[in-house]
Structures are given as structure tokens and as C-alpha cells.
């Protein structure tokens, strides 16, 4: 299983390109990157030659976002990278903020992050945040991306979105089961108070016209897109995919009838042949 047991402290004392390698796990190396000014951790697996790197959501982190993708997507076919963004999961600190522009701050670090592991071209694989700042660095990169994979994600925040947030806004409501991954990674008062402040953040695009986030980058998107929706959703409404199918070039839109938010980790195995084979169709253009 490729599970990365090295402590954040240690984490924390490897130099910027230091790369720690476990014995028991052969394919997974765990490292710290100095990137724009942060030193980003990350997972890395595979030898295959397409790169792909994933993007986790809100307060996400390798850690409680993608073990089911780094530990089975095809070792041999691709090259995983995951990341813990700047302020989430082993890449603080800093302690995280979320100005107006924090998802094309994202975005950068994701891409300089896979340039400075010596990638030229690359695939991204975002959820639902990690989805926005993939829309981002797509539209910005058009020469460095291969192809994307989205779920979960939005262009612009609604009414009903803000509805949703008020409603998820404050974390003791949440269930334990929802929470503990969380809880686990910052502890209870910084992940609640973590959260709060990334309501916050994402209500602050309410205020621009049409709630945008990066509805004025999407026409500029040229990489082959899959667009996955779960249809059980409860907190993304199905508005957002049919958005993004219709605004960005090419884009498909893969319905999951039983998938709700978190449908990559609920059902990886149809997750992982669905993006598997998506990355590996060969474009006829
Ligand atoms: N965007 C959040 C993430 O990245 C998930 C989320 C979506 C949370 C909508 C609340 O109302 C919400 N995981």
C-alpha cells in the first residue's frame, strides 16, 4: 500500500530537494520543494511517462484526498504526483489565507511545483477546488498541459451556492466520520477555524458579476477536458458541470448516478479506469 510514514517533523527538516525514499514502498518517494516561496510537499509514484498531478480540495492534502488514485492508478503508465498546497496538510507553514486570488496562487504552485520536478507536460486531475485551480493553470498553460480531469468543481459561485456554504460553514455539524480526516491532519480548532475562514474566502466571489471565479478563463482552456459529475452531489448542484461542459472547448461530461461529493474515493476502482482511460485515448487531431 502506498502509504507515506514519515512525520511531519521530519517532513519539515528535509532540505528544499531532499527526497525521502521508503524501504517497505519502492514507487512512493515523499520530498519537499521550495516552490514561489514555500517549501510544498509531495508524493510522487510511478515511472510511467505521462504526468499527471493532483489537485486536492479545500483544506485538502495528499493525505485525506487521493490515496486510492497515488496507490492504484497505473504505475506503469503514469508518473502521480500529489501535493499538499501551500497552508493545507504537510506544506504549513504558513497558516493559510484566502485572498481574492488564492486559487490562481494555487494554480502557479501546482504548475512550478511539476516544472521543478523536472516535468515538461503534464495532466491535471483536480477536485472540486483542486478543480478550480486546474481550470486556472490549464487556461493560463495551454503549452504545458496535456490533458484535465475535473469533478466537483465550479466556474462561478450562486445564491444557492452561498446557501450551501451558510450551511456547511460551521464544521460541529458535520458528522464525525466527515470530520475526522480533518481533524486528524490540523486538529479540531485549527481545522474548524480553517474552514470558516475558506467560507469566507469562497463568499467573496459572490460579490464579483456572475459570482466569478474563472468563468472569463474558460474559453481560453485547449487541452482535452473530462468533466465528472456525481448526480447524488449534496453539495455541488448539477448547474456547475453542465456550466463548464458548455464553456470549455471539446469538454465531456461523465455522469456517476450513485457518486456524491467524494465519489473518487467512494467508488476509485470506476474513478481510476474512467481517468485511466481517458488519459491514455489517443487524440485524433
Ligand atoms: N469546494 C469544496 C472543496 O474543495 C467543497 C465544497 C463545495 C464545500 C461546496 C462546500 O458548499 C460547498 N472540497
Known sequence: MATCLISAGRLRNLRRTTTARHSYCSSLTCGRQNVN???????????GKHAVVLLPGALGNTKTDFQPQLKSLNKDVFTVVGWDPRGYGLSRPPDRDFPLDFF???????????RTLGFVKFSLLGWSDGGIAA????????????KMVIWGSNAFVSQQDLDIY???CDVSTWSTRMRAPMEEVYGAEVFAKTWEAWVNGIEQFAHRPQGNICIDLLP????????????????VPSC???????????????????????LHLRFPEEFN???????????ND
Do not use: W
Not at 490562481?104 to 511539476?114: K, P, S, T
Not at 481550470?135 to 496535456?146: D, G, M, S, T, V
Open 37 to 47: 516561496g514555500v517549501d510544498l510537499y509531495y508524493e510522487k509514484t510511478g515511472t
Open 104 to 114: 490562481e496562487n494555487d494554480a502557479r504552485d501546482a504548475v512550478d511545483l511539476m
Open 135 to 146: 481550470l486556472i493553470a490549464a487556461a493560463k498553460n495551454p503549452a504545458l498541459i496535456n
Open 166 to 168: 451558510k450551511a456547511v
Open 220 to 235: 481560453l482552456i485547449r487541452c482535452p477536458t473530462l468533466i465528472i459529475h456525481g448526480e447524488k452531489d449534496p453539495i
Open 240 to 262: 456547475h458541470p453542465y456550466f463548464l461542459l458548455k464553456h470549455i472547448r471539446g469538454s465531456r461530461l461523465h455522469l456517476m448516478p450513485d457518486g456524491k461529493h467524494n
Open 273 to 283: 479506469n474512467l481517468v485511466e482511460d481517458f488519459l491514455q485515448e489517443r487524440q
